[in-house]
């Protein structure tokens, strides 16, 4: 399907920030403490209720499709308004700046700090400074188990200028592109493929990217029905999702209804034991559900009273500083219990995860202010320096940016 931009007077607002999306990122990091805050204080195996903070590890899908939406929708808005695609360059220069930093701080930290860590081997700091600890079996260190999803996020974003291009083609089909956003599904379904096969490990291969391709893939395709609704070039059957957008109670109780239904067995066990083929694909289909019925009600449709709170500064600022909180929050917990001399899968819950949330969000704070923010800005302002133009030579373009 081919269609034309559309005029410019409908350019501001798809082009313009989506500042309630900044509050998803807390509530996924929130629900991340949870689910670690859940396994170490042992609550997860409760029997009425332990499921809930099992399945707190939904806030990665969160964090997964909020990334192929936000990351992807540069792209789809280039093509869709004529505009220069983004660079490949300055991307990732921007995303090297926004993660690594603060995640060297981290891993630095924790390799020196924590006791259980010491001695860190050359392999340890290796793997963890370059994302590989999840290439090998039992490579993730102490205060470090989260970062596989970290990760898995990285080997997205250096694959996306690619799948970006590829997706958008040469002239905006937003069909076309939606389409081959998805695509990420058929990725998703060929790699548990693999493993129903034999080719592949449910113990190791379920932290690496293919796995998670459907989520990446959903956020992308939402990104592409999204320009292609701002911009009045979406097909019909895309109004769906304003239509959606405008009961968000209903999509939210929905999520929590799928999720209720991850609590059960069928989504695999609460614990680290591997999954089955089959438990891992049912708990990656209602996580992708859930996720899309989160993001969708907070970026698509008219403005609402909801918008408005999720876009309000406090609301902000926890997205700004959630990046901080996702990192910093197991060290918080692992220091918990080594000052208490606290023994593993003991502990208040409501206590414990109140002083790592605080911990973390005070750790959080430290890390946006003094490295996340100051760093993010002095590399730009270096990048975009003003260069004398050569005459006659036409200045590069720069493309859209995050």
Known sequence: MSTTAAPPASEPSASGRLPALDALRAVGAAAVVGHHVGFHTGATAAEQWGGWLARLDVGVAIFFVLSGFLLFRPWALSAATGRPRPGTGRYLWRRALRILPAYWLAVAVCLIVLPQNRPASAGDWLRHLTFTQIYERGQLRHGLSQTWSLATEVAFYL??????????????????TTLVAAGGVLVTAAWLGGMAGGWLDTGLHTTWLPAYGAWFGAGMALAAAHVALQTRTAPAAFRVLDDLAAAPIACWVAAVGLLAIATTPVAGPRDLAEPTVAEFAVKLTLYLAIGVLILVPVAFGRPTRTQAVLGATPARWLGAVSYGLFLWHPLILELIYLVADR????????????????????????????????????????????VTPVPDAPLPAVGPSR
């Open 159 to 176: 694959i996306l200028p690619l799948v970006a291009a590829l997706a958008v083609g040469r002239t905006w089909r937003p069909v076309r």
């Open 343 to 386: 023994p593993l899968f003991t502990g208040g819950l409501v206590s414990t995860f109140a002083l790592t949330m605080a911990g973390g969000l005070a750790y959080a704070a430290v890390s946006y202010y003094g490295i996340e923010r100051p760093i993010t800005l002095l590399g730009n302002q270096r990048r975009q320096r003003p």
